[in-house]
């Protein structure tokens, strides 16, 4: 029953892993587990091991030590022929003295590398004499003393492409296989991994990393495993079904698989949620790492956030590791120590998610109609009319807050079309301010787009800085772009050299709009990466994809989706007052996103003005209750017309199972009554600004459900006429009354 306090069984947002003032009673983390089962590491620098403090926890909490910086090549070899061992060898006498084995890092990088080496002109020869020597060097010193090495660091680009690193053009791939059998043959004890970050799950460059140690054991090159970095961001969703199946795949070579530099970083203070949001994550991959025997090592980079990487990269950010800035254990530290209690007790059962291969189809592709004739690329608005624009929905810089911008700072839609074998697009952008001239390339106002060919396929990412034609990619593809009217519209021709033609074919894809307006000031980042689908901003290490169709006669899209789109998130509530009622402070940690295409125009869903009609929306749940608050602001509100679609109002689609739900709430009025089960209630401010609504659902309970979902903002601004504007977060049709089209929800645990 749905009452003050409901409903029956519905738990406040979990916070029970409470920050600790101090270390439990349990042992110690390095206690827990044979150091067979799973060592516990962490990275550090020589200075950090001088603090009495730090020294203390270090030996007492973890088995495994990774220098942070004092093996690479700038501190090891400052002088060609010259090396330098003291704070390296302060490392590895510590943790030899309190019975930690020693995880170098790393023998091959592309950063931190001496001024000689950067800025000298060698030979290919001399390269290969260079990298020899030094790996030999340095792995001979510590023969018998480190038990793993980090060989090779970050070979390869964001989209599974080579990095081009000295390494790399200076000598080629096979600086790679070089270099492990060099490492074997100083230490042949020595177990020797490759080592990378963005690498976890199984995107485009996790997947060339496989690729890679693969084929290096094909070679018979001696590599023993694969390590994982996990530099991640709370509050994320943990893709952990990927990361299994990445784990399974390294275990079926017979190769390890290690986490080596863990962090969750935090934006802005540590609260109480976001500190419970990064314990999940941690435990999580705990899980993991106890559940596969391929994953025995689990490394944090950094003791204590007194001494984290994390506030000088990325700025706003901090909190990452297991211990606070005091040495206090975080609740993250808790979750990851119970669950370590769980294996040594015989009592850990948890299996990993069944990764998704196929699903129903939840995000409509995007279309490309064949052109009537090949586009010149000349600002010929009339060669589009046959074409469907569409918006640039949501900001996804802002991680879960991702509204649109103002449309006075920036707004844009795209539409596209096909030719035999040739991609076509239009970009029609307004920016009260365009920044061209700023280092690096993407903090510049441009255009992006995203292509990928088959499932396993390489991607491509292209960018056009305004101004500017694409810049070029290592893609089997012709590329050209053209901008007009000041940057106001930018056209595009992409033609696969690969295909003879794009009728009937389903392709992975993404475009996006980039806008800054702060070059030259101290945060001179971009302020928006507005895209048409939810995401992470992850488009450049081809993850988050949806899916662009090129009909022809006869030809349909296939029913099994290409591309598996970044989905919306309702993440726990707990939610203070009447049901219905709204708190603002109640919604601070929620996915906010914005209402923007505009299914009523099937040529152009791109929104009104937003002087005119512009709304957002968040969820989130309780127990077995969806809530929800839309924000509205419209110049002109009617709510009389004959027709109770036609008013102003909002709408709700729900399927659970195989019950499907329309709700609909006219402005200033509850829901209409419908034979749904369970209770509900919408609430309405007196201007009609703000809509909170409480809806029961035919479950046990929400968490970790997915449903069937839409939600829609209505506008009429003359009721002697209909609606001219039908708001979705999603392309479409304006089918989801038919139980079509939807989109849908995760409830986030």
Do not use: C
Not at 635 to 650: A, G, I, P, S
Not at 718 to 727: F, N
């Amino acid at each position: 029953m749905l009452n003050k306090h409901f409903p029956k069984g519905a738990k406040p947002l979990l916070l029970a892993l409470a920050v600790s003032s101090s270390f439990a009673q349990a042992d110690p983390l390095r206690e827990i587990l044979d150091e067979n089962t799973l060592l516990i590491g962490s990275a550090m620098m020589t200075d950090h091991i001088a603090e009495k403090k730090f020294a203390e926890v270090l030996k007492t909490e973890f088995n495994l030590l990774t220098p942070e910086n004092e093996m690479k090549w700038s501190y090891i070899q400052p002088q060609r022929g010259v090396y330098d061992f003291s704070k390296a060898d302060k490392l590895v006498e510590f943790a030899e003295k309190n019975g930690m084995e020693v995880r170098g890092h790393a023998l091959v990088w592309h950063i931190q590398n001496p001024e000689w080496l950067e800025e000298g002109e060698f030979t290919r020869e001399e390269l290969l004499e260079i990298l020899e020597e030094h790996i030999k060097t340095v792995a001979g010193h510590y023969k018998g003393r480190i038990k793993y090495w980090d060989v090779v660091n970050e070979a390869l680009d964001d989209a599974g492409g080579w990095r081009e690193t000295i390494w790399y053009k200076g000598i080629g791939e096979e600086y790679i296989a070089k270099a492990f059998q060099w490492a074997h043959e100083a230490d042949p004890d020595a177990l020797l991994y490759y080592n990378d970050y963005s690498t976890e799950g199984t995107t485009p460059k996790a997947n060339a990393a496989y690729r890679l140690v693969k084929q290096l054991q094909e070679q018979g090159v001696p590599i023993h495993g694969a390590g994982t970095q996990l530099h991640l961001i709370s509050g994320d969703i943990l893709r952990t079904a990927n990361i299994a199946a990445n784990i399974e795949r390294h275990e079926e070579l017979g190769l390890e698989y290690h986490f080596t530099e863990v962090d969750i970083r935090i934006q802005g203070d540590a609260t109480d949620r976001a500190l419970a949001e990064q314990a999940t994550m941690y435990e999580e991959l705990m899980k993991l790492a106890l559940h596969y025997d391929a994953v025995n090592v689990f490394t944090t980079w950094g003791l204590t956030d007194k001494y984290s990487w994390i506030p000088h990269w990325f700025k706003g950010w901090d909190h990452g590791l297991l211990l606070d800035k005091q040495y206090q254990p975080k609740p993250a530290y808790h979750a990851v120590q119970a669950q370590m209690e769980l294996k040594r007790d015989d009592k850990f059962e948890w299996q990993p998610p069944v990764r998704i291969a196929t699903e129903n189809r939840y995000l409509q592709a995007f279309v490309s109609p064949e052109a009537p004739q090949r586009p010149s690329l000349n600002n010929d608005a009339s060669l589009w009319q046959d074409a469907t624009y569409y918006p640039f929905a949501f900001n996804q810089l802002e991680g879960r807050d991702q509204r649109l911008p103002s449309d006075q700072e920036i707004s844009g839609k795209f539409a596209v079309m096909y030719k035999g074998n040739t991609l076509y697009g239009r970009v029609e952008r307004e920016d009260n301010i365009t920044i061209n001239n700023v280092e690096p390339d993407y903090e510049n106002d441009s255009v992006e787009v995203f292509l990928r060919a088959g499932k396993d396929q390489p991607f491509v990412q292209y960018r056009a800085i305004v101004g500017q034609d694409f810049a070029p990619q290592g893609y089997d593809a012709t590329a050209k772009g053209v901008w007009h009217d000041d940057g106001k519209v930018f056209e595009f021709a992409i033609t696969p050299n690969f295909v003879d033609t794009l009728a009937g074919k389903t392709w992975g894809f993404n475009i996006a709009l980039s806008d800054n307006d702060k070059a030259g000031t101290e945060h001179g980042q971009r302020s928006s990466q507005l895209y048409p689908v939810t995401g992470t901003n992850s488009g450049y290490l081809g993850e988050d994809f949806a899916e662009i169709f090129f009909p022809g006669q006869n030809l349909e899209i296939s029913a099994i989706p290409f591309e598996i789109p970044y989905t919306f998130k309702a993440v726990e509530v707990q939610v203070s007052g009447e049901p219905g009622s709204y708190k603002p402070m109640d919604w601070l940690n929620t996915y906010h996103y914005s209402f923007a295409f505009n299914q009523l125009n099937r040529r152009d869903m791109s929104p009104p003005a937003q002087s005119d009609i512009y709304g957002s929306w968040q969820v989130g749940y309780q127990g077995n209750v969806l809530y929800g608050v839309v924000h509205r602001h419209d110049d002109v509100t009617v709510t009389n017309h004959e027709h109770d679609w036609e008013n102003d109002n909002v709408e709700l689609f729900l399927k659970v199972g195989e019950q499907f739900v329309q709700l609909r709430s006219i402005v200033g009025q509850d829901w209409q009554d419908n034979s749904f089960p369970g209770e509900r209630v919408a609430k309405w401010s007196d201007d009609g600004s703000v809509m909170s609504f409480a809806v029961e659902l035919p479950v046990e309970t929400l968490a970790g459900e997915r449903i069937g979902f839409n939600i829609a903002l209505s506008d009429n601004d003359d009721a002697s006429e209909g609606r001219k504007a039908q708001l979705y977060p999603v392309p479409g049709t304006n089918s989801s009354y038919l139980g079509e089209e939807l989109t849908v929800l995760d409830f986030v645990r």
